[in-house]
Nanobody
Framework: QVQLVESGGGLVQAGGSLRLSCAASGRTFSSIAMGWFRQAPGKEREFVAARSWSRWSAPSTYYADSVKGRFTISRDNAKNTAYLQMNSLKPEDTAVYYC??????????????????WGQGTQVTVSA
């Protein structure tokens, strides 16, 4: 079992930055994929970024086109925490952001149905 807790959301002006954290507790795994998704009011949840880590291969990363070049996903293995660094934020980035985990994965999946565990979400609001 894995528990995920997000933090770091808030209100920021357009052009600003935020860093979201996703602290994982429970078992540790030799490979795992972590994903970030977001859901804006009245819209379906959408993929933002994902990264896979494996004891036997280099990390692999995948970003949605809408955030490529502005967002960076990373992980501190010692803290068992994943991060989403968000720069050059736009009002259209406003949403509830969720982190997700797929233990045992070696590929960064963009399909939310792939993930086994989810955090509770953290609100990000970008003002114009």
């Amino acid at each position: 079992q894995v528990q995920l807790v997000e933090s770091g959301g808030g209100l920021v002006q357009a052009g600003g930055s935020l860093r979201l954290s996703c602290a994982a507790s429970g078992r540790t795994f030799s490979s795992i994929a972590m994903g970030w998704f977001r859901q804006a009011p009245g819209k379906e949840r959408e993929f933002v970024a994902a990264r896979s880590w494996s004891r036997w291969s280099a990390p692999s990363t995948y970003y949605a086109d809408s955030v490529k070049g502005r967002f960076t996903i990373s992980r501190d293995n010692a803290k068992n925490t994943a991060y989403l660094q968000m720069n050059s934020l736009k009002p259209e980035d406003t949403a509830v952001y969720y982190c997700a985990a797929k233990p045992g994965a070696v590929t960064p999946y963009s399909d939310e149905r792939t993930y086994d565990y989810w955090g509770q979400g953290t609100q990000v609001t970008v003002s114009a």
